[in-house]
């Protein structure tokens, strides 16, 4: 906290999402923090349990603070003083010592100061496997930091088959486990999931105790609470693997640190979705606050500069299928119905209704569907179909109902004038104007972007097949739509004569780009550029030949 810049996030296991903290005081020797949170409810004592608070640290590090490291302290003595109406003092009592002691009497080691782990929770025996950050360990268990985009598939209660820890020198371990609890990280787009090791042989217990041991005493040299330890342990200096697999690790950080406000925005919202998805698997509740607030960024952000959120939507394509494709069209959603009339009275819920739509497939993910990544076969795709129902089903659940506008959306996003959508099989007048949008949107979107094994198309091909089924989609509302995006429309990815791909960023009356974001000449390949160009500059780089597939050139954009 003294040396990095960080993020501090108070967090409560009932609560929707944790609340940004400000250090006001700190004071090391004598254990003392005082945090400043602003908060606008009428519940902030929830956030402490008994008088005690937890909160999650996450501190950005190296030369481009882009190197993230963790640290989680629960049950912290604190005083509550109300400053002004929003405004709240916490004081805290830290413990004398990073190691703490855990319920079940064993002392849990944090990977504090750089100190890494790897894991691998075999969520499904051969099926499914999810990749994690090991940021504390015990003899009865560990917690693993994950993406919050793998949590989808695992649910408090499960015992997993295998979580394998692999230390930086390359020595590993092996046990069943159970998932003893999980939460939100942060807000980076993390979870912190818990497990406890299950089922240990004799030969386990021994090989767990030392990788304990040996966590501690590096814990201890690192943090210099131990003069006895005066050098790393061995199990904590890396090896060739783990050397490439950082150095990889820092040139995607570098690449990431480059983000605009815009995509940080943009992510910031499929992070929230994800987080509130996990309320309703894990806890039972609809985080209904949470769902607005994302509503709220986006039309927020379609106020603030639409051509800037339409190129940043691109930004999304590496997240899971179903949150860009739920996030992409709802805000194409609220860029059309605002178009159409800035003061339209039904755009919120509307577009509450597109990005709630997609929540029911992750909530279908079971031993019969372990991943939405995977290529479908006929009875996966028989089981996607009822995403719709299974989502109106956990609403009536978890006992929120939605509006009529959100209701409409979520139940008919899917169906189509001649009747050959799904899942009652609507068409004509039973079709509202909202539902017509929506359903054009939707179908470009998908036709775009690589759906199961098939790569996507351009989208003057997308146009024609929209155009070619007259019966089924709204002509006028795909004329509206081409009039809008264009024939090379903002956040594509377009080729040049002269070999050079750039995002598209900006275009003009005539649909044709005004500025890009180049990234990379052809005949350098493995070589990457970052130089925006306008206007007459473009000449520079050729006459434009297309849009083309970012896989087919091996562009990623990664996660923050």
């Not at 909160?55 to 003595?77: M, Q, V, W």
């Not at 499929?270 to 509740?285: C, N, P, S």
């Not at 290529?375 to 179909?385: D, E, I, T, W, Y």
């Not at 050959?420 to 775009?448: D, H």
């Amino acid at each position: 906290m003294l040396q990095h810049k960080h993020t501090l996030s108070v967090y409560a296991k009932e609560m929707p999402y944790p609340l940004h903290a400000e250090v006001a005081e700190l004071d090391p020797v004598a254990g003392r923090l005082v945090l400043e949170v602003d908060y606008a409810g009428q519940d902030i004592e929830r956030y402490f349990a008994s008088g005690s608070l937890n909160f999650d640290l996450e501190a950005l590090k190296g030369s481009d603070h882009t190197e993230r490291d963790t640290y989680s302290l629960s049950n912290i003595p604190t005083r509550l003083l109300k400053i002004d109406s929003t405004t709240y003092r916490l004081e805290c009592e830290l413990p004398a010592s990073v190691f703490v002691q855990e319920n079940r009497g064993a002392v849990r080691i944090p990977f504090i100061l750089g100190m890494q782990g790897r894991v691998a929770i075999e969520v499904y025996l051969h099926e499914l496997s999810v990749p994690g950050r090991l940021r504390n360990l015990s003899v009865g268990g560990c917690m693993v930091d994950i993406a919050i985009a793998d949590s989808i598939a695992i649910t408090v209660g499960q015992t997993v088959p295998g979580v394998t820890l692999e230390f930086p020198n390359g020595e590993s371990f092996f046990a069943e486990g159970k998932v003893r609890h999980m939460r939100p990280f942060g807000h980076h787009g993390y979870a912190a999931v818990g497990i406890q090791f299950m089922n240990l042989s004799s030969a386990q217990s021994e090989a767990l105790f030392r990788f304990v041991s040996e966590s501690e005493r590096e814990a201890a040299y690192r943090s210099g609470s131990n003069d006895a330890h005066a050098y790393h342990s061995p199990l904590f200096v890396p090896g060739a693997k783990e050397k490439k697999i950082l150095q990889r690790e820092a040139q995607e950080r570098e690449k990431r640190a480059r983000q605009s406000p815009m995509q940080r925005g943009v992510l910031e919202v499929a992070h929230q979705l994800q987080v509130g998805l996990m309320h309703m698997k894990t806890r039972d509740i609809f985080p209904s606050e949470l769902f607005y607030d994302c509503v709220d960024s986006l039309r927020y952000l379609v106020d603030q500069d639409r051509k800037a959120l339409l190129y940043a939507l691109a930004f999304l394509r590496d997240e899971p299928e179903w949150v860009r494709h739920a996030i992409q069209v709802a805000s194409q959603l609220a860029d059309l119905m605002l178009r159409r009339d800035p003061h339209a009275p039904h755009v919120r819920e509307a577009i509450l209704g597109a990005l709630l739509h997609t929540l029911g497939k992750p909530l279908l993910i079971s031993k019969e569907l372990p991943s939405l990544k995977v290529n479908m076969g006929p009875q996966h795709k028989a089981l996607l179909k009822g995403h719709v129902a299974a989502l109106l089903n956990k609403l009536d659940a978890l006992g929120w109902s939605p509006s009529p506008t959100c209701r409409e959306i979520l139940e008919h996003a899917n169906e189509r004038l001649d009747g050959s959508g799904y899942p009652a099989g609507l068409r004509g007048e039973q079709l509202s104007e909202r539902i017509r949008l929506i359903s054009v949107i939707k179908a470009i979107n998908k036709l775009t972007h690589p759906r199961n094994g098939i790569p996507p198309r351009e989208p003057i091909d997308a146009y024609r097949w929209v155009n070619d089924e007259a019966a089924a989609f709204d002509k006028t509302v795909l004329v509206e739509y081409i009039q809008t995006y264009g024939l090379y429309p903002i956040g594509s990815l377009a080729k040049f004569s002269a070999g050079y791909l750039a995002w598209i960023m900006d275009q003009n009356l005539k649909g044709m780009p005004t500025k890009v974001h180049v990234i990379k000449n052809l005949r350098f390949p493995d070589t990457n550029i970052d130089s925006v160009l306008s206007d007459l500059d473009l000449s520079q780089i050729g006459k434009l030949e297309g849009i083309v597939n970012p896989a087919d050139y091996g562009v990623k954009l990664l996660k923050v």
